[in-house]
């Protein structure tokens, strides 16, 4: 796996590097802001970019306009947002332009290596992550007459593994159940959530487990 870092902090992008690098992940390139994570891509093919959403100048949101940069430009580049901060909303423009191969952790989970190393492995492999504190905070906000009031405690249980892009198997492993119980738990969420069915011709080319994850951030309360 081929990597980029971009990353203000020189002490945490020395700290990513070292750790990417012990685990057989080959870091092409490091920059300390968005648009030089762009220039290095053109000239340094990657798997993925591991981007900050603050960065110079401004600090505000230049990760995220990076991250679009990128997913425009090189399509097939993984994207994983690193954040201090667990916003719903960082979580939820991120999707909305990426809904493939992309992940937002809070940065704290750097210090879980294994954490940080599965995440890259799974956005790699065209698995959308979200940080299990996004989830649960969307879990604890009081919630107004939206979509997700349609759905049982059980149904928001998987929707919410689902947000922090697990497997069916995992679902399943998870709560205990069979494969074939996550299945129809799925198909009701989307029918609940008002999604294209299965036999719908708008379903083409839309990521259905991706739609339900948007809805799911939309109605954080």
């Given at each position: 796996?081929?990597?980029?870092?971009?990353e203000?902090?020189?002490?945490?992008?020395?700290?990513?590097?070292?750790?990417?690098?012990?685990?057989?992940?080959?870091?092409?390139?490091?920059?300390?802001?968005?648009?030089?994570?762009?220039?290095?891509?053109?000239?340094?093919?990657?798997?993925?970019?591991?981007?900050?959403?603050?960065?110079?100048?401004?600090?505000?949101?230049?990760?995220?306009?990076?991250?679009?940069?990128?997913?425009?430009?090189?399509?097939?580049?993984?994207?994983?947002?690193?954040?201090?901060?667990?916003?719903?909303?960082?979580?939820?423009?991120?999707?909305?332009?990426?809904?493939?191969?992309?992940?937002?952790?809070?940065?704290?989970?750097?210090?879980?290596?294994?954490?940080?190393?599965?995440?890259?492995?799974?956005?790699?492999?065209?698995?959308?992550?979200?940080?299990?504190?996004?989830?649960?905070?969307?879990?604890?906000?009081?919630?107004?007459?939206?979509?997700?009031?349609?759905?049982?405690?059980?149904?928001?249980r998987?929707?919410?593994?689902?947000?922090?892009?697990?497997?069916?198997?995992?679902?399943?492993?998870?709560?205990?159940?069979?494969?074939g119980?996550?299945?129809?738990?799925?198909?009701?969420?989307?029918?609940k959530?008002?999604?294209?069915h299965?036999?719908?011709?708008?379903?083409?080319?839309?990521?259905?487990?991706?739609?339900?994850?948007?809805?799911?951030?939309?109605?954080?309360?």
């Open positions: 796996m081929r990597a980029v870092i971009a203000d902090s020189g002490l945490l992008r020395t700290l990513l590097t070292g750790l990417l690098t012990s685990r057989g992940i080959d870091v092409v390139g490091e920059t300390a802001t968005g648009v030089e994570s762009l220039r290095v891509l053109d000239t340094h093919p990657a798997d993925v970019v591991v981007l900050d959403i603050r960065m110079p100048p401004a600090f505000s949101d230049e990760g995220l306009r990076a991250a679009e940069a990128i997913r425009a430009r090189h399509p097939s580049v993984a994207l994983l947002i690193l954040s201090h901060y667990a916003e719903t909303t960082y979580a939820r423009r991120l999707l909305e332009f990426a809904n493939r191969a992309v992940g937002y952790l809070i940065k704290d989970r750097v210090q879980d290596s294994d954490r940080l190393i599965e995440s890259l492995h799974r956005v790699v492999a065209g698995e959308v992550v979200i940080d299990p504190e996004i989830v649960q905070q969307v879990l604890l906000r009081p919630r107004a007459a939206n979509p997700l009031q349609r759905l049982s405690g059980g149904e928001l998987v929707l919410a593994l689902m947000a922090e892009g697990r497997s069916n198997n995992a679902i399943a492993r998870e709560l205990n159940f069979v494969a119980t996550v299945e129809k738990r799925i198909t009701a969420i989307g029918q959530l008002g999604l294209p299965v036999d719908d011709p708008e379903r083409t080319g839309v990521n259905i487990r991706v739609l339900a994850v948007l809805t799911y951030l939309r109605n954080a309360g």
